[in-house]
């Protein structure tokens, strides 16, 4: 018996339903109070059902639109962030090149004031530690370049050349320590040599008895030795130091700032003359 009421189960609803429906439908048809009385009441009933369904699909609807609207909001915040890196790049780009487009154009005004061969160069490796400091440029005996050859930028010495390869060379910087290169003191003309330091410093060696150069005092080359022409800068003095039996010792701040050098000036090898003035005293 049991199956049989699950196995009809439904067909019984239905039955119940539409014996519902007609009954109403009945009631209509020949009592118009009852029937009024039937409206009001499936109209009370329907009513709040009808709101809350209405406000459930408002709900939604309002939940739905902000879903899609906080999408997009976030799609535009992912898009704008990302134009907004790629201007960041290209302003860093641009400025890159500004940068480099002045340092040529120092660079190349040089060249023309010098009245000296010279070979333009850019630095493509560094080697930098306690004992050596060295730079590689992209120039090289197939352009003229030489051992010993001396190397400039408009605000003074980079070093000399080390080491000339076919395509590339060395250049061994003013700070290595096994450096060195006369010296001028251009306020009191003290003759000198200014040497590199172990770590990175540079000094200036000067007869024991010379007493007048001071710190600010500006250090151009001096041009002995043939190593190099006259009235490059090569620093300023920053400390005197005490003196020896020999000698007395000066503290340089170098003219060029050497971990920033990206483009160099080649003379040619045992270039000789003055230079004072060509080059910027600051």
């Known amino acids: 018996m049991l199956y049989r009421w699950v196995r009809y189960r439904k067909y019984a609803l239905l039955a119940l339903v539409v014996l ?46 902000r879903y899609l609207d906080w999408k997009a909001i976030r799609a535009d915040h992912a898009r704008l962030r990302a134009e907004v ?7 860093l780009r641009l400025e890159e090149t500004e940068e480099e487009n002045a340092r040529l154009r120092r660079l190349l005004g040089l060249q023309a004031r ?26 090289g005996r197939a352009d003229g370049v030489a051992r010993l050859a001396p190397v400039i930028v408009p605000a003074g010495v980079v070093g000399r050349v080390q080491e000339a390869r076919r395509g590339s060379a060395v250049i061994q910087l003013l700070t290595d320590p096994g450096s060195s290169i006369g010296a001028l003191v ?19 060696r000067l007869p024991a008895s010379e007493e007048r150069a001071a ?31 020999l000698f007395r010792y000066a503290e340089l701040t170098p003219s060029v700032n050497l971990a920033r050098v990206e483009e160099v000036l080649i003379l040619k090898r045992g270039a000789r003359g003055d230079l004072t003035g060509l080059f910027p005293e600051g």
């Open 215 to 245: 710190p600010g005092d500006l250090v151009v080359t001096s041009g002995l030795g043939g190593t190099s022409p006259k009235g490059i800068p090569l620093g300023r003095i920053e400390r005197m130091g005490e003196a020896t039996a």
């Open 20 to 65: 519902a429906v007609v009954t109403l439908l009945a009631l209509q048809q020949r009592h118009p109070a009852e029937r009024r009385f039937l409206a009001d009441v499936t109209g009370a009933l329907s009513t709040p059902v009808q709101e809350a369904v209405s406000r459930l699909h408002r709900g939604a609807t309002a939940l739905w639109s």
């Open 114 to 139: 010098l009245p000296l061969e010279g070979v333009a160069a850019e630095v493509v490796a560094r080697e930098w530690d306690g004992f050596t400091r060295a730079l590689t440029v992209n120039r």
């Open 85 to 91: 890196e790629a201007l960041r790049l290209r302003q």
């Open 186 to 204: 251009v306020r009191t003309r003290s003759q000198g040599l200014v040497e590199g330091q172990a770590g990175g410093g540079l000094r200036l």
